[in-house]
DNA sequence: GAGTTTGAAACT
DNA sequence: CAGTTTCAAACTC
């Protein structure tokens, strides 16, 4: 072996490293020697002497300063000390502390079997300070490690463990990679690169024992401690959240990923890992010492490793390649990188492009950037959550001076009930705000807020003609709701005005002409709109109203059924029998209900007549049997199938602040089938007010459907006309009652926007009532 | 893309 | 409050 030379470790020589079991194991391959322990890991990669040999010609690599293998893990300068104690090279055993949270992880290669052992523990918060006091602290190994078993994310008293028994065999590779002194200095910068490989076979088998008790109580001594690499700040915040410094961080990944290149790569597989870490900085990838753990395969990572934590779907994309790498011995192709091979994909660039599951990481990440541009002073308007199939792009200022950037996520989809729910104390902002697609409901100031994650950079794409692409995002159904005015003679100053009527700014995208929607005419555009309100209170209120409730647990399906919840003012169409979107319910992705004033309607979401027809129809089920048969007697075969869906949802007004909100639940909403006609015989509409009286009185601020109960208490007749004669009236209001009846269904409003105009305080369920019917 | 249709909003 | 007009989206070609 001519290791000792090549093999050094961040320019350290190997040679304490020869002393350490792991360099005995090594050199033990062949013919397998036992290796107690590993005290420092290093780069194993031997098959056989020549393996090792090999190993240590490429630890350069992996103790390379640049190798991206890494296992971070904090801890406490006692431990370090401690570890330092042992005899340990500082190179080899790196310390720090991070957040608190003390990672350990501890690396033992047993003599029998080959037995390889990883124990990855992540010490909490509190296992840190112990670990100044514990000993066997330093067992416990806190890998990083970006395998899709391992938990990305933080947990507390948690230990990744991993026992990998292998018969040791040429084709066995460990790597074990620490860099070093330099950056153990920097406690987060410095990273020990571990990887190791065995058989696949092997793996699955072995790698399915996990032990890390074993490890930690076995092999005090053998300990490798890494510090954590905190690459960013957002990793770190993400580690103070649970002590530990996780790979999930895309730094993290990317550094895994990094790493895992520079070891496994040589054979051109890189590709696979390139564009890793778009996230890493330069300097941590120069400095930053690893420690991977590699599980090449994927089912070795699944069942090799049995690590007890479990990885969101999510972060298993991000992290898939990082850290863990056991490499079936059988993929030669990984071979230990030289040094000279290991740079380039060590240190990617951060503008490497990524490969699609760094893009993944990526874009996850840019997800949340978009910040919405809250135009000052300027609130945020639920009105446009309430146009649900319309789905404006959260508004965005782009930095650029003079240009309203106002974008909205086009998530919604095409039917996808309207959310109601505006808050008339918010001002005007945040154009484009959307409801959530999934239903979600803003609250308070998240929703302001939060909703901005969800814009998916509408404002930055549209460059094309605002008409055209308002219509191809139409078109393409899920993006609907990407709209923007074209206003010519309104100004975008009345109700004509999507922007304006959704309570958003004009934005860019928007075709209008002469608008005077935009901040710079803030105060003109306050002023109309208070004309407005003046006139009619719930000019900007939601139009549909709907509860969450159903999104959540309809999921996809909600857009199929968006029955439960209502325009609130209802529709008057005549031609269009509610089937095009001229019909507001029908654009609205709701059914239309006693509100509607429509002809002949088809209402593919549930047509008013259906209500009425079934309201005294005895057996309901013949009635769904059968379907729905409008007042023209055209049976209408959607009907009775989307009944159910959008019937089971709730009247959920989506305000942004949950506090002004009530919910009413309608009593048989939620059974997912048409109404019975025991049910429906309460709506009939000469009991409207009634029942309407009964909704109100069933608001309530939590979706238990159940609990739809008829409140018996004296109710205040509800006048269904809006102020301005039309008739307001929350759909369904009638369906209060009727728990007996079979598949009652329950309509609940969660929570019906306050209108502070009306209301200062939030309204009581009552309150709301009336100042929505009165 | 232009023209038509439609229904809400605004107006009288 | 009803009728009419205006408006812009939706739709059609």
Redesign the pocket.
């Known amino acids: 072996m001519d290791t000792p030379e090549r093999s050094k470790v961040g320019g350290t020589p190997i040679s304490k490293f020869e002393d350490s079991p792991v360099f005995n194991f090594i050199n033990s391959l062949s013919p397998i020697q036992p290796v107690k322990s590993v005290h420092s890991i290093h780069t194993f990669h031997s098959p056989g002497s020549a393996a090792i040999s090999s190993v240590f010609s490429s630890p350069h690599v992996s103790f390379h300063k640049e190798s991206r293998f890494f296992i971070r893990h904090p801890f406490p300068d006692s431990v370090k000390q401690d570890a330092s104690s042992d005899g340990l090279d500082e190179s080899n055993v790196h310390s720090g502390v991070s957040n608190g949270a003390v990672l350990s992880a501890s690396i033992v290669l047993s003599q029998e079997n080959c037995n390889i052992t990883c124990s990855l523990n992540e010490a909490s918060v509190d296992l840190a300070d112990d670990s100044s006091t514990q000993p066997d602290f330093s067992q416990s190994v806190q890998v990083d490690n970006g395998s899709p078993n391992h938990n990305t994310s933080p947990f507390y008293g948690v230990k990744l463990d991993f026992k990998l028994d292998i018969s040791c065999t040429p084709s066995e590779r460990v790597k074990l990679v620490q860099n070093m002194s330099e950056n153990t200095k920097n406690p987060h910068t410095t990273k020990i690169g571990l990887e190791v490989q065995f058989p696949a076979d092997q793996m699955k088998e072995d790698a399915s024992e996990s032990d890390w008790d074993n490890l930690i109580s076995d092999n005090t001594d053998d300990l490798l401690i890494f510090e954590t690499a905190t690459g960013s700040e957002t990793s770190k915040s993400e580690e103070k959240d649970y002590g530990i410094s996780l790979n999930s961080h895309p730094n993290a990944s990317g550094l895994h990923n990094v790493s895992q290149d520079s070891f496994m790569d040589d054979d051109g597989e890189t590709g696979e890992h390139d564009g890793m870490s778009p996230t890493r900085s330069s300097a941590c990838q120069e400095h930053e010492n690893f420690v991977d753990l590699n599980l090449k395969t994927e089912a070795e990572l699944n069942n090799g490793v049995p690590l007890g934590c479990k990885v969101d779907s999510q972060q298993h994309r991000g992290v898939r390649r990082r850290c863990l790498v056991f490499e079936a011995a059988g993929v030669s192709k990984k071979n230990i990188h030289n040094n000279s091979n290991a740079p380039p994909s060590i240190s990617l660039p951060i503008n490497a492009k990524p490969n699609s599951e760094n893009r993944q990481l990526v874009s996850s990440k840019t997800s949340k950037t978009p910040v919405p541009y809250v135009l000052p002073g300027i609130g945020l308007h639920l009105n446009a959550l309430a146009r649900t199939s319309?789905d404006r792009p959260i508004s965005q200022k782009t930095k650029t001076p003079g240009r309203e950037f106002i974008s909205r996520p086009c998530s919604m989809r095409p039917f996808s009930p309207a959310i109601a729910g505006e808050n008339q104390s918010f001002k005007l902002s945040d154009p484009h705000q959307s409801p959530d697609p999934n239903g979600s409901e803003l609250h308070d100031s998240q929703a302001v807020h939060s909703d901005v994650s969800l814009i998916p950079a509408l404002g930055i794409e549209e460059s094309t003609?605002p008409k055209?692409k308002r219509r191809k995002t139409?078109n393409s159904g899920e993006n609907e709701g990407c709209?923007r005015?074209?206003?010519?003679?309104?100004k975008c100053l009345?109700?004509?005005?999507?922007c304006f009527?959704a309570g958003v700014y004009c934005v860019e995208p928007c075709s209008c002409q002469g608008c005077l929607n935009k901040p710079v005419h803030e105060e003109t555009v306050l002023t109309t709109r208070k004309q407005?309100e003046s006139r009619?209170p719930l000019?900007f209120a939601p139009k549909v109203i709907r509860t969450s409730e159903h999104d959540q647990e309809m999921g996809e399906e909600s857009n199929k059924t968006p029955a439960s919840a209502r325009h609130k003012?209802g529709?008057?169409?005549?031609?269009?029998n509610c089937l095009?979107?001229?019909?507001?319910c029908y654009?609205g992705g709701v059914g239309c209900s006693f509100s509607c004033r429509c002809e002949g309607c088809k209402n593919a979401f549930g047509r008013k007549d259906g209500f009425e027809e079934i309201e005294f129809e005895e057996d309901l089920d013949a009635c769904e049997k059968e379907g729905v048969k409008s007042d023209d007697g055209k049976a209408n075969a959607n009907v009775p199938k989307l009944e159910h869906n959008h019937l089971s949802e709730s009247i959920l007004p989506v305000t942004p602040f949950p506090s002004c909100r009530s919910s009413v639940k309608l009593p048989f909403l939620s059974s997912g089938k048409p109404p019975r006609s025991s049910t429906l015989s309460l709506m009939n509409r000469s009991e409207n007010q009634q029942a309407e009286c009964k909704s109100d009185q069933i608001f309530h601020d939590d979706d238990t459907s159940e609990d739809l109960r008829v409140n018996s208490s004296p109710c205040t007749a509800v006048k269904t006309?809006s102020p301005n004669?039309k008739r307001v009236s929350l759909p369904l209001n009638g369906f209060g009652l009727s728990p007996n009846l079979k598949g009652g269904r329950k309509l609940i409003l969660k929570s019906i926007p306050s209108f502070p105009s009306l209301t200062t305080d939030a309204p009581s369920s009552t309150q709301i009532n009336s100042s929505v019917f009165s």
Do not use: D, H, W
């Open positions: 319309k003609s055209k139409e709209r005015c074209n206003c010519k003679k309104s009345k109700l004509y005005c999507e009527a407005i009619n000019a003012r529709c008057n169409c005549k031609k269009s095009k979107k001229y019909c507001e654009q006309a004669g």
